[in-house]
């Protein structure tokens, strides 16, 4: 069945410091993939996502890249801050049909000024 | 526009006892969502309702959890007889569009109950 491995954390960093979560999948086909984000004591919020190969998807600046040959998708971002502290999930929906979500287990990040 | 609303947000009872979970989705969202998230763990779908239909319930351990979705709007979630491994966050979630669609329709989630059980 699908499958999503992320690396574990927590991640420590400081802030204006380099953040990547890596993230990679197992599924047939061709499925959409996702990061969501949990800000301590809210839902998640879907951060961005990418449908097919080589899309990127972006958001607050956070990108992610579709990377079909390495059945990756590793979360980026050039400058943390400290309010990006929040459980980062990566996540892919089935393709076909009604598009079930398989998340990952999650990659607490915490910021330091 | 108010979110996915849940409640209660902690819960704690002792094991054996019935405890039900309650969410209101976003207006207009068909489809809706109840998932389990257990400790260091991502969110696992119990069961998907579009409208008041019970369309995916192929995980839920129907031997003591119940769920309803009266009149296609609110839900309730129900376990009984708790047990101590019931202990985690339930999750609720709405997205706007009904199955069958090619494309991923977002699911937004609400901030959960916490349950523990003693």
């Known amino acids: ?113 | 526009e108010a979110g996915v609303v849940q409640s209660p947000r902690y819960k704690i009872i002792e094991k054996k006892q019935p405890v039900a979970f309650w969410c209101n989705p976003i207006s207009g969202h068909n489809t809706l969502y109840w998932y389990r998230q257990n400790l260091g763990q991502g969110p696992e779908l119990l069961i998907r309702y579009e409208n008041e239909e019970a369309v995916d319930d192929s995980q839920l351990p129907k031997d003591r959890f119940s769920a309803e979705r009266l009149k296609g709007v609110d839900s309730t979630l129900k376990i009984q007889p708790a047990e101590l491994g019931d202990s985690a966050v339930y999750l609720c979630a709405s997205s706007p569009e009904a199955s069958g669609r090619s494309m991923y329709n977002e699911q937004f989630f609400g901030p959960g109950t916490r349950l523990t059980v003693l």
């Open chain 1, 1 to 113: 069945g699908d499958s999503v491995t992320q690396m574990e954390g927590p991640v420590t960093l400081s802030e204006e410091a380099c953040l990547t979560i890596n993230c990679t999948y197992t599924a047939t086909g061709y499925p959409s993939l996702f990061w969501y984000v949990q800000y301590p004591g809210e839902g998640l919020q879907l951060l961005l996502k990418a449908t097919k190969a080589d899309d990127k998807g972006s958001n607050k600046g956070f990108e992610a890249t579709y990377r079909k040959e390495t059945t990756s998708f590793h979360l980026e971002k050039g400058s943390v801050q400290v309010s990006d502290s929040a459980v980062y999930f990566c996540a892919l929906a089935s393709s076909g049909g009604y598009q079930k979500v398989t998340f990952g287990t999650g990659t607490k990040l915490q910021v330091i000024p």
